[in-house]
């Protein structure tokens, strides 16, 4: 019977409208609505009960630094900006470190690009196997060596797939190696440029003119001191 029940059309039920005299109030709030609205309304009364609890409670003698190290920006906390946090030595000290730092990254990169640079010409020039050959005139070493350059090229160019795969990625290893240590060696020449430049002294810096190689970069000149 209830399959049958389910089979009959049921009408639809369509939810009340708002009256015509109460049209000017909008639409009509349903339960679901109510319930939302409710919720709502209580979150907010609970959390004014508990900044009242917390202003009933507070010590008036409490006090930390933030109260005077932030201010209120569109009713947000926020710090101030500290200027000049660190002194001059403080400054000079951790710019050591970060020289240091790029300087170390350099090395390795030079390093492992030493490495893969000899890995990769003994792979190329590695001959399979080592003859000497005796000639008893110059025409017959001629000959020997002929030949011996044919067996070379022929044995260079049947080399398997795998080992030329990992020969193709070996070189995009290098070149981004390369690339990378070149960025690293203009980074740490720029930042022991700007280390020099922040020790004391009186400096000025060069025209073109009188520049006996002009690069494009910068050069400055330090006034010679009297050492005492």
């Known amino acids: 019977m209830s399959s049958l029940r389910n089979a009959v059309p049921r009408p639809a039920h369509k939810e009340r409208s708002q009256p015509q005299a109460r049209k000017r109030f909008g639409l009509l ?31 008036p003698d409490e006090f930390y630094f933030k109260m005077i190290n932030s201010k209120t920006v569109d009713g947000v906390h926020r710090p101030k900006e500290e200027i000049n946090k660190y002194s001059a030595e403080e400054l000079m000290i951790m710019k050591t470190q970060d020289i240091g730092y790029v300087f170390q990254k350099w090395q390795s990169e030079k390093n492992k690009i030493d490495k893969l640079t000899a890995s990769l010409q003994c792979t190329e020039e590695q001959p399979s196997r080592r003859h000497v050959y005796f000639a008893e005139d110059r025409e017959e070493a001629r000959e020997l060596e002929l030949q011996a350059k044919n ?40 930042m022991s440029m700007q280390k020099e430049l922040q020790k004391k002294g009186r400096k000025r810096k060069l025209r073109e003119d009188e520049i006996l ?16």
């Not at 004014?48 to 010590?59: E, G, P, T, Y």
């Open 151 to 190: 067996k070379t090229d022929i044995s260079a160019m049947h080399i398997p797939k795998d080992i030329k795969k990992k020969m193709d990625r070996s070189y995009r290893d290098l070149e981004a190696r390369k690339s990378r240590a070149k960025d690293l060696e203009k980074l740490y020449m720029d």
């Open 213 to 228: 190689n002009p690069n494009g970069k910068p050069v400055y000149k330090w006034k010679a001191d009297r050492k005492r």
């Open 29 to 59: 709030e349903k339960h679901k609505d109510y319930v939302i609205r409710a919720k709502a309304y209580h979150q907010k009364e609970d959390i004014k009960k508990k900044l009242k609890q917390k202003a009933a409670f507070k010590n």
